[in-house]
């Protein structure tokens, strides 16, 4: 299939400072999985620019997509730009499949649906598994109530979810599409050539001011000589300089820590 990932251009705060961007990890982090499911997919990132709107539409629907995915880091401020995106996408290509993720809509996705029909989809949770899932399922005309993880409309408009999808217990069982973006455009701290990557997800901790134990439910960490190895890579290969921990509590495990850190 044709997918399309779009990163909207934040219209309030962002993951960068003047003149620097980071690349957007969680549609990376769908993408590789994608990828290797057999699918073409192309990422839309309308943060440089920032990107007109019209632009980034006529961007994402150069070669007919099948499916177009639309996530942000900065979920919940991003929101209206998100819909606007695909309000404009349905109004131009209404066969289009648009699939909504992050952490907003994972929260919010009844009111989301209720509110408009132009996303067909919404991924609740992590969606390295479940937006492969909904895609396949798709494709082979199988029933979408089949895929734990989502929300969408049924055939009387009203808003339903599926089940929770199961947490992803082995971090390093699904790799980051680095392939799609060109490392040469993305910087951070004084033009160095930047990353974001994530040792863990999660947080042990239940404070009830942040809804990160909600959205990931338990702390879980990658393979730290693995973790290592990729940063070695990217280092190697793509001449990154600088990794920012997407991380909420990266050093839960001393032990995971300490394994990562010394040689």
């Known amino acids: 299939m044709n997918i399309v990932l779009i990163n909207p251009p934040h219209t309030a705060i962002g993951s960068r400072v003047p003149d620097?961007?980071?690349?957007?990890?969680?549609?990376?982090?769908?993408?590789?999985p994608l990828i290797d499911s057999g699918h073409d997919v192309r990422l839309v990132d309308a943060e440089f620019g920032p990107m007109p709107l019209a632009t980034l539409v006529d961007e994402a629907l150069r070669g007919d997509p099948d499916f177009i995915l639309i996530g942000h880091s900065g979920s919940t401020s991003a929101h209206p730009t998100a819909l606007r995106i695909a309000e404009m996408i349905k109004a131009r290509a209404p066969h289009v499949i648009v699939i909504?993720?992050?952490?907003?809509?994972?929260?919010?996705w009844r009111d989301i649906l209720g509110a408009t029909d132009v996303f067909d989809f919404i991924v609740r949770g992590e969606g390295e598994a479940t937006a492969t899932a909904l895609v396949e399922v798709i494709e082979m005309r199988q029933p979408v109530a089949?895929?734990?993880?989502?929300?969408?409309?049924?055939?009387?408009?009203?808003?339903?979810?599926?089940?929770?999808?199961?947490?992803?217990?082995?971090?390093?069982?699904?790799?980051?599409g680095w392939e799609l973006i060109d490392h040469r455009r993305y910087s951070y701290w004084g033009s160095k050539r930047a990353v974001v990557m994530q040792f863990s997800r999660g947080c042990p901790h239940l404070c009830n001011y942040c809804g990160q134990r909600g959205f990931w439910t338990r702390w879980r960490h990658r393979d730290p000589v693995k973790f290592a190895k990729e940063i070695a890579w990217l280092h190697r290969e793509h001449g990154v300089e600088l990794i920012n921990l997407a991380d909420e509590n990266p050093t839960s495990s001393k032990k995971a820590w300490r394994a990562f850190l010394e040689p």
Do not use: C, E, K
């Not at 993880?149 to 082995?170: E, W």
């Open 100 to 108: 909504y993720g992050g952490v907003f809509p994972t929260y919010h």
């Open 20 to 32: 620097d961007h980071l690349p957007p990890l969680g549609l990376l982090a769908i993408g590789g």
């Open 146 to 176: 089949s895929v734990a993880g989502i929300a969408y409309r049924d055939d009387l408009g009203r808003p339903v979810a599926t089940q929770p999808a199961m947490t992803i217990a082995d971090l390093d069982a699904y790799r980051v």
